[in-house]
């Protein structure tokens, strides 16, 4: 049974780097047909895709983020990382990891993190 | 505000039909499939609806999805307690490169 577990801290200072990481079981990263994405939700608003991955590397963002996110996959360890750098007040969400069907629908979702930004 | 547009809440009678509405544009809904989540509190979301009208495996046929133009809908029959979430519908956006979602529909089931 695929599971996404999420890890990173809870709570970032202003223009410092949030960092998550997702472990995946259950299954290989390494999949075809598969891509590895990170989605937000701010508090009481939709969800917000931030960027998804290709096992091989291939990564694909969010414009609106202006180049501040990067994802990486370590398929040696199965797991797939978020970076978010110089971030604000407005960056506070919970953040996903999740497997998609396809490219744009997000089928299998980790717990979510709750990440706040305040110093 | 969000590229796609859905009512903020819905309710209905429990055993009854609720629809869900989401409009879009020609640079998203109306070029590209739609999908519907689930989210209920405290819980990420779930597919529900993908390619427009597709269950994931699991999903009830309670949950039926379609589009027309740049607008989608999807229905819930025989409605339980336990369908009380947040719904929310996403596609692709040509113009924005980017996967967009609307701002969320709160369905009371009362």
């Known amino acids: 049974q695929l599971q996404l577990q999420q890890s990173g801290p809870g709570l970032v200072k202003p223009s410092e780097t949030l960092s998550l990481t997702c472990s995946v079981t259950?299954?290989?990263?390494?999949?075809?047909?598969?891509?590895w994405a990170w989605i937000r939700q701010p508090p009481g608003k939709g969800p917000e895709w931030i960027g998804s991955i290709y096992y091989v590397g291939t990564t694909f963002y969010n414009p609106s983020l202006k180049s501040r996110g990067i994802i990486s996959v370590d398929t040696s360890k199965n797991q797939f990382s978020l970076r978010l750098n110089s971030v604000t007040a407005a960056d506070t969400a919970i953040y996903y990891c999740?497997?998609?069907?396809?490219?744009?629908?997000?089928?299998?979702w980790g717990q979510g993190t709750v990440v706040t930004v305040s110093s | 505000q969000s590229v796609l547009t859905q009512p903020p809440s819905v309710s209905a009678a429990p055993g009854q039909r609720v629809t869900i509405s989401c409009s879009g544009s020609s640079s998203n809904i109306g070029a590209n499939s739609v999908s519907w989540y689930q989210q209920l509190p405290g819980t990420a979301p779930t597919l529900l609806i993908y390619d427009n009208y597709k269950r994931p495996s699991g999903i009830p046929d309670r949950f039926s999805g379609s589009k027309s133009g740049t607008s989608a809908t999807m229905d819930i029959t025989g409605l339980r307690t336990g369908d009380e979430a947040d719904y929310y519908c996403g596609t692709w956006d040509d113009s924005l490169n980017s996967v967009v979602f609307g701002g969320g529909t709160k369905l009371t089931v009362l």
């Open positions: 259950g299954d290989s990263i390494s999949t075809t047909s598969y891509y």
């Open positions: 999740a497997r998609t069907l396809g490219f744009e629908y997000f089928h299998h």
